[in-house]
């Protein structure tokens, strides 16, 4: 290896600018020929692997020791330090230069924005029309229309609510959290549901799209994580009856997959009621979604339990504090400051179940989107649909995992 | 302890904890039975001897209609293991470029590893499940313009057309991989005692390759055994519609399945892989370096060995969730368990509280199988710390 390099790049002979010249020149040559087949084409394979070759010797080229050109060297470090990186950059560019264009025409260029119905869509590329005609269904499920207005004043409660926690003092700041979990859970009910207020009476088969989605994953992350800090709570109780259920519980349901949990809340659970009482279909979702994160939850508080030197424990308990005292003051804040990520990653995840609500034949955006899909006058625009589905869910999580770190940054007390 | 104090903090809360549950399960159970002796069934298993009269799409072991339910348990359950174990094989080797590729010092690499990683792990593993099977395999062509890959693959809407082995002799041929394997083996264990003794490495993994490659070649050379194709041919059934007969025909609910789990799981699986590698001290790269073992002998020899114990049991973990995550099937009508069993069995029968708690019972097994196992093997390679 190192004679081959000493025969194609002598050191010292030649102005290291030349090597820097004739390099770049290969490099540009590669990725010309690599986006519009320059040179003779025998088939794509030959041609491509042609172009990698030329591509692979311009790096070479360029890879210098010159101390003067920084910028270059820095290129160099970041994606061009061996043979093998070189190669490995050309193949990510080429795949890029090759497949980019098509994910652009299809997304954009050639796509249809504007219109009414399917007619409208007449480029080569995604119709976006489709996505623009269904958009209120999608957001609101089969919600009237006219009444709208109700689940977006219940949303922005829930904005203002959280954003207001950035406003006011440290105080003030629990009283937010505790009208966070013991109000607006009814508020949003009485806006949603109505039935009184003059509000007029919407059953919750009438809820759906992405509305439907937080309803269901708000009201679940609100339930299931106090009872998921008792299920562990529980497990590292020394009442070895309360210990042995905890743990039993916890097996249970993360022992098995949530789609069959919903089976079990859709035609099992009915059976196990009185005869003739009747638990609404959200509801037996909204518990059976609760129960089955709350053991997933359980284990992450758990991890910071462990994680808690036991001094902690000695300490509270020998200023005189009882159990509940030394768990809400001294224990939980910490453990669960250590297990931010992992509260996150559950909440995250809660949220991605949350289509699986299909089995019980709730809509929510997914499932909007599987109905749209098959209306006879918007055959064929699965892909547009899924599409607007993934962007939205990827935005969320995203958020969502962005904040957690910003939180957990916020909170850290290492120096 | 005062007596009083003991039954205020110890017995007391157990007792009612105890009694609140007994009650609520009492409760569930006398409504149960109350319920299925007004709907005139009887709570029992023996519903899975009768004949199931239903037929399943796609299965591993001989069944039509007039099998029983029980034998339409095993198909589904059968299905669930093969869509499993080859989810988690394609997850592994996904997993494991990406997370090795996001510690690239390429930043283009590592930038577009972790552009993959963000991408599918944000994405409901559901969606990604339809949109595999809805917008991408129900829309390719019909068997006339089917997709060639290679010329002995079809890609069509009714799946993926593979010629079928057909073998003669395939059991010589598998015990010739089988002594190849012994050999080499051997050959390991020789070789490190020779590396012991006089210091000398002999090329272990070249020989190894070779004997696992050449072997069972032999045997197909020499005519002792012989492998044939049944390549899929389109056939005309009709002026508009053809078919494709012969070979292997991989359902694309299957393939669909597939994709979407071994691409969601196949990001967890990265982000493991990424955090064993980067869990291990700088230290010991340094110390090993300056042992003068090369960068492929520190990976192989010091830093795997540790990082593997970082990265197991969460896969384990990933393997498990994959496992159950292959539950989804029942949204694209792929046969397992669940669209089986607790579909459309369920649907026959009625039998709510059986066929449900068999198939959690079922899941149950599997995963406190692989956590057992898992638990063992932590145990086994965890540090002896003082």
């Known amino acids: ?32 020929d690599a986006a519009f087949n320059l040179l003779i084409v025998v088939n794509d394979t030959v041609s491509s692997l042609i172009a990698l070759v030329i591509g692979i010797v311009g790096l070479f080229y360029i890879r210098t020791e010159d101390r003067k050109l920084f910028k270059l060297r820095q290129f160099n470090k970041a994606i061009n330090s061996t043979n093998f990186n070189a190669f490995l950059t050309l193949i990510c560019i080429f795949a890029i230069i090759e497949y980019t264009p098509y994910a652009y025409k299809w997304l954009f260029s050639e ?169 609404d279909k959200l509801v037996r979702c909204i518990v059976g979604i609760t129960l089955f994160e709350a053991a997933y939850m359980a284990e992450v508080v758990r991890g910071g339990l462990q994680a808690l030197p036991k001094g902690q424990y000695e300490a509270a308990k020998s200023i005189g504090m009882g159990y509940w005292k030394m768990n809400a003051f001294v224990i939980l804040p910490q453990a669960i400051k250590l297990v931010i990520p992992g509260i996150t990653n559950t909440f995250i995840a809660l949220f991605k179940d949350t289509p699986l609500i299909f089995v019980m034949g709730l809509l929510e955006i997914l499932g909007m989107i599987n109905l749209a899909k098959t209306n006879p006058e918007w055959l064929g625009f699965a892909a547009e649909g899924y599409v607007f589905a993934a962007l939205v869910f990827w935005l969320f999580c995203y958020l969502m995992s962005k904040y957690s770190q910003r939180l957990e940054q916020k909170l850290s007390t290492e120096r | 302890m005062n007596i009083n104090k003991k039954v205020l903090t110890n017995i007391l809360p157990q007792g009612f904890v105890l009694t609140f549950l007994i009650l609520l399960i009492g409760f569930f159970a006398f409504n149960a039975s109350v319920n299925m002796g007004n709907r005139g069934i009887a709570f029992g298993f023996h519903f899975l001897s009768q004949e199931a009269s239903f037929d399943i799409t796609f299965s591993l072991i001989d069944y039509d209609g007039s099998y029983s339910y029980g034998r339409a348990y095993l198909v589904g359950l059968l299905n669930t293991l093969l869509v499993s174990v080859t989810g988690i094989i394609f997850a592994t080797i996904l997993g494991v470029i990406f997370g090795v590729a996001r510690l690239s010092d390429n930043v283009l690499v590592s930038k577009l590893a972790s552009v993959y990683i963000e991408t599918w792990r944000n994405i409901p593993l559901i969606l990604q499940l339809f949109f595999w099977y809805f917008a991408v395999l129900r829309t390719l062509p019909l068997p006339e313009n089917a997709i060639p890959i290679f010329d002995t693959l079809f890609l069509t809407i009714k799946g993926l057309h593979t010629p079928k082995f057909i073998w003669e002799n395939f059991g010589t041929f598998f015990s010739a991989i089988i002594i190849a394997l012994v050999i080499s083996y051997m050959f ?126 969460p896969t384990t973990n990933q393997y498990l969730n994959l496992t159950k995550n292959s539950s989804l099937a029942a949204a694209i009508a ?53």
Not at chain 1, 19 to 29: D, E, K, M, P, R
Not at chain 2, 233 to 240: A, G
Not at chain 2, 348 to 371: D, H, K, N, P, W
């Open chain 1, 111 to 279: 796509a249809n924005f504007v219109g009414n119905s399917k007619e409208d869509c007449t480029g080569g590329g995604a119709c976006w029309v489709f996505i623009n005609v269904w958009f209120n269904k999608f957001i609101y499920g089969l919600y009237p229309n006219e009444e709208t207005w109700r689940v977006n004043a219940a949303f922005i409660i829930l904005l203002l609510t959280v954003g207001s926690v950035y406003l006011v003092n440290e105080k003030l700041k629990k009283y937010i959290i505790l009208f966070l979990i013991f109000v607006f859970p009814f508020i949003a009910l009485t806006l949603l549901a109505g039935g009184s207020f003059n509000l007029s009476y919407i059953p919750s088969t009438e809820w759906g799209g992405l509305a439907l989605t937080f309803i269901i994953s708000i009201f679940a992350m609100i339930f299931c994580f106090p009872l998921g800090v008792l299920l562990a709570m529980g497990r590292r109780s020394e009442l070895k009856i309360i210990k042995y259920i905890c743990i039993g519980f916890i097996e249970f349901w993360r022992g098995v997959p949530l789609i069959t949990v919903l089976f079990m809340a859709s035609v099992m659970f009915p059976m196990f009621l009185p005869d003739g009482s009747y638990v």
């Open chain 2, 334 to 386: 792929y046969p397992d368990i669940v669209l089986v069993f607790a579909g459309t069995a369920l649907m026959q029968t009625g039998r709510a509280i059986e066929i449900v708690s068999i198939t959690m019972f079922t899941y149950l097994t599997l995963s406190i199988s692989i956590s057992i196992l898992m638990n063992w093997y932590n145990k086994k390679i965890a540090l002896v710390e003082k």
């Open chain 2, 188 to 313: 390991f264990k020789y070789a490190k005692k020779e590396q012991e003794i006089s210091g000398k490495q002999l090329p272990r993994f070249w020989v190894a390759t070779g004997l696992i490659l050449i072997l069972p070649y032999l045997t197909l050379l020499t005519g002792i055994v012989d492998l044939n194709f049944e390549h899929p041919e389109l056939i005309k059934l009709s002026d508009t519609v053809s078919t494709y007969k012969g070979g292997v025909t991989i359902i694309p609910e299957f393939l669909s399945l597939l994709f979407a789990l071994a691409l969601y799981t196949s990001t967890f699986i990265a982000e493991n892989v990424r955090a064993g590698i980067m869990g291990i001290n700088k230290g010991q790269r340094e110390a090993s370096a300056s042992l003068g073992l090369t960068k492929g002998q520190a990976l192989r020899l010091v830093i795997m060995p540790q990082a593997l114990r970082i990265i197991i049991p």
């Open chain 1, 1 to 32: 290896m190192s004679k081959i390099t000493a025969i194609l790049r002598p050191e010292g002979k030649i102005d290291e600018k030349i090597y820097i010249a004739i390099g770049s020149l290969l490099v540009a040559f590669s990725f010309l």
